[in-house]
């Protein structure tokens, strides 16, 4: 077990995790010895940026927003402050770390203003041999809200790959700027930017292993890669990952009340 600065870790016989304090970031999940996550070779993760690798958070919106008034960058708040670790757990088969921040610390970036003064974040996250869980809670104490929310995971893997489960699934197509629903697995090769109104569990599947996503209480899927020549990540390394995302956005944004909260969880499963 240690920590850094820039990084906290924690190992144990069933594999290890990092996380950045920077937006609560899982920058590593290794839960067999092998890395589950992709991180970009020219990332640098500082304060206020986000960078393209690991697990970051979006909210309380997500990509280019939505509403009458234009997002001053993509994806969010909550992945440009630093975050607090204010809970954890040891156990003989993984481990806890809990994650808080709020609107105070966000309140200095641009769009903030336009969300309540009060909002709360929490993020749980539980490793172990064979599963990542991530739960994102968000509290609104005193004013109705309504909140875009995605995880964000660059999942490492070998192209071609295909994402499987989502037959019959609608979808709007910003890469080939289309809309239409699956009839069969979807094969991640070239460029891919679709958002799916709905979220039902998947397989990630290469020549070398395959790994489980579920949602809960999430009604929006994204499945992203750059393809090549996007400029986004060096060289040929859009070959080393895929990004599908468990949320509500766009339409399927949530509305919490009042008083209310709303926690959204996404499931990587070892298979």
């Keep these: 077990m240690s920590s850094r600065a820039d990084v906290i870790t924690r190992t144990g ?3 290890s995790i990092a996380v950045s304090p ?14 589950r996550l992709f991180t970009a070779s020219d990332a640098s993760p500082v304060l206020g940026e986000m960078w393209h690798g690991g697990i970051p958070v979006c909210a309380p919106w997500f990509g280019r927003g939505r509403g009458d008034w234009s997002v001053p960058h ?7 402050v630093s975050w607090r670790l204010v809970g954890e757990e040891s156990r003989v088969d993984g481990c806890m770390l809990e994650w808080r921040t709020d609107a105070a610390a966000t309140s200095h970036l641009p769009g903030a203003q336009h969300y309540p003064p009060d909002l709360g974040y929490s993020l749980r996250i539980e490793a172990s041999a064979t599963a990542l869980v991530l739960s994102l809670r968000i509290d609104s104490p005193t004013t109705e809200v309504v909140v875009d929310e995605a995880f964000h995971p660059y999942l490492r893997t070998g192209l071609p790959a295909t994402v499987s489960g989502l037959n019959g699934v609608a979808f709007r197509d910003f890469a080939a700027d289309h809309a239409g629903s699956e009839d069969s697995a979807l094969t991640v090769d070239r460029y891919v930017d679709r958002v799916y109104c709905g979220a039902p569990e998947t397989t990630l599947t290469d020549d070398g292993a395959r ?3 579920a949602g809960d209480a999430a009604s929006s899927l994204i499945i992203w890669n750059p393809g090549p020549g996007s400029g986004m990540v060096p060289g040929d390394e859009w070959r080393d990952f895929v990004c599908i995302e468990y949320g509500n956005v766009q339409g ?7 008083g209310g909260e709303h926690t959204l969880r996404t499931l990587l499963q070892v298979s």
Excluded: M, Y
Excluded at 74 to 80: F, M, T
Excluded at 252 to 258: H, K, R
């Design 13 to 15: 016989d069933w594999g």
């Design 22 to 35: 920077f937006g609560a970031t899982v920058v590593s999940w290794c839960p067999d010895g092998v890395e």
């Design 74 to 80: 993509p994806h969010g708040l909550v992945s440009r």
């Design 211 to 213: 790994l489980g996503l």
């Design 252 to 258: 399927n944004a949530v509305t919490i009340p009042a």
